[in-house]
């Protein structure tokens, strides 16, 4: 079964900065592309992130870009979100979330409970 549990969140000021972390479980973590997916309230779904099976390749979402870092560990099974200078819109649930195989073209395929971040004075 595949598990996927996130850690990190809470609540932080205005140009904090906090990591997630994604601990994996139940399938090899090194063969599937993995990523960061977040909801802020309200609003609908809103890809973040995304690491390729190795750690070679990753994209970000211009929202983000050159705020977040995401990271993986495979000899670990965990991924990382490193999160600088958060802004009040960066407030979401954040989900981990496991590509269905190997290629950026698979879909979405399995998510963690997700973990809350609020970014706020």
């Known amino acids: 079964e595949v598990q996927l549990a996130e850690s990190g969140g809470g609540l932080v000021q205005p140009g904090g900065s906090l990591r997630l972390s994604c601990a994996a479980s139940?399938?090899?973590?090194?063969?599937?592309?993995m990523s960061w997916v977040r909801q802020a309230p309200g609003k609908g779904l809103e890809w973040v992130s995304g690491i390729s099976t190795h750690g070679g390749t990753t994209g970000t979402a211009d929202s983000i870009k050159g705020r977040f870092t995401i990271s993986r560990d495979n000899a670990k099974n965990t991924l990382y979100l490193q999160m600088n200078n958060l802004k009040p819109e960066d407030t979401a649930v954040y989900y981990c979330?496991?590509?269905?195989?190997?290629?950026?073209?698979?879909?979405?395929?399995?998510w963690g409970q997700g973990t809350h971040i609020t970014v706020s004075s």
């Open positions: 139940g399938f090899s973590f090194s063969n599937y592309v």
């Open positions: 979330v496991k590509y269905m195989g190997s290629s950026w073209m698979d879909p979405l395929h399995s």
